[in-house]
């Protein structure tokens, strides 16, 4: 089996964009439920579903959040599948989840004036309780729950050990978002890909919110997730040491990269900056005037919901009622708004052609 096409797993939007555009390039099949960027997140995979739709050529992609379960990867991706992720730092992650999913709204008689992330922990286990099945889990060590490990055995020391040497076993390749570029290219030499299949268009404000925060309380928060820690640490050190031992070569195209990324912001996206802020941390362009037609300009400023949106439509087309349709529809007139650059529902409503010319509802849509 060729390399390029070799089934794959990831878990990350950044990563998850770089496939998404790989996939509908390559018209690939990705393992998900229609329009649902998860996968029965916080339980295991539901195999029944994804058994029934699977497409006559198979799976190629996994890329929706799902917990990490090696038995039900291999169940329903092809043989030769190749494991990757993205971890980043612990702090970063658990004040990404905080904001972005409005903790402070679940803190009983928070006030004003008070410091919500002083005010979480004074009952961490408590408040959080509050919160959804879903962002509990993500709350306290959630990448080492989302990679298998139960939160049963946090407290157990010899699960975690052979949790972290198991996860190490089964990915071929574990990035850091502290060393992106650098995680990317050893990603374009896993896949036998082109440097410019790894160009990427950052959407999202996640690193800037620990300027903020107290260092007595980033201390808390690291406590709190010191199984996570364990495992960013074990692969950023792993990271570091297969860097280390690259040859001149990598280098070179890890600077290559970091100018093929500002010479594609430049040029695709109006004086090169970002629009203000809009939904709690996400980032919107504007398109230059001379790349309004560009496509991969556009699909690149496009977020990952709507990219599982559009895959979602081409493949459960024949599946998808009206309102679904209607969703996607008002979810990307609302984001283009704040993000004109993104792909406009006009230039993708042409995916539903087959399925509604024959009830003239396109027209409608």
């Not at 029944?48 to 959040?65: D, F, M, S, V």
Request: negative net charge.
């Amino acid at each position: 089996m060729i390399r390029s096409t070799s089934p794959v797993l990831c878990v990350d939007t950044t990563a998850s964009n770089i496939f998404y555009r790989y996939g509908q390039e390559h018209d690939l099949s990705f393992v998900m439920y229609p329009l649902k960027l998860s996968i029965n997140y916080p339980g295991r995979m539901g195999m029944t579903y994804l058994e029934a739709h699977r497409p006559k050529t198979g799976y190629n992609i996994l890329c929706q959040y799902i917990r990490h379960e090696k038995m039900d990867v291999l169940r329903i991706m092809p043989d030769g599948v190749i494991f990757t992720s993205l971890l980043r730092h612990p702090l970063d992650q658990f004040l990404s989840v905080f904001n972005n999913f409005d903790m402070k709204s679940t803190i009983p008689n928070l006030q004003p004036y008070h410091n919500p992330y002083r005010e979480f922990f004074r009952n961490p286990d408590r408040i959080a309780k509050l919160s959804s099945d879903t962002i509990y889990h993500m709350l306290q060590n959630s990448m080492s729950f989302d990679m298998g490990l139960k939160p049963i055995q946090f407290g157990d020391a010899d699960a975690v050990e052979k949790f972290i040497e198991r996860v190490d076993g089964e990915f071929h390749l574990v990035m850091i978002l502290e060393f992106l570029d650098e995680s990317l290219v050893l990603l374009k030499r896993l896949m036998c890909w082109d440097l410019r299949q790894l160009i990427y268009v950052k959407l999202s404000v996640n690193n800037e919110y620990r300027t903020s925060v107290d260092p007595d309380i980033q201390e808390r928060i690291l406590e709190w997730n010191a199984i996570d820690l364990r495992l960013y640490n074990h692969f950023k050190a792993k990271l570091e040491r297969l860097i280390e031992a690259q040859d001149a070569s990598f280098h070179e195209e890890v600077a290559a990269l970091k100018a093929l990324n500002v010479n594609f912001w430049k040029e695709c996206y109006s004086s090169g900056n970002a629009l203000p802020v809009f939904n709690g941390n996400k980032i919107g362009y504007i398109l230059a005037e001379d790349h309004k037609d560009n496509s991969t300009c556009k699909l690149l400023a496009t977020d990952d919901v709507t990219q599982t949106h559009l895959i979602g439509m081409k493949q459960f087309k024949e599946h998808l009622p009206p309102s679904d349709i209607l969703m996607v529809r008002n979810h990307m007139q609302n984001l283009k708004k704040y993000n004109p650059a993104m792909l406009g529902w006009s230039e993708v409503k042409n995916v539903l052609k087959s399925t509604t010319s024959e009830s003239g509802n396109t027209d409608e849509l």
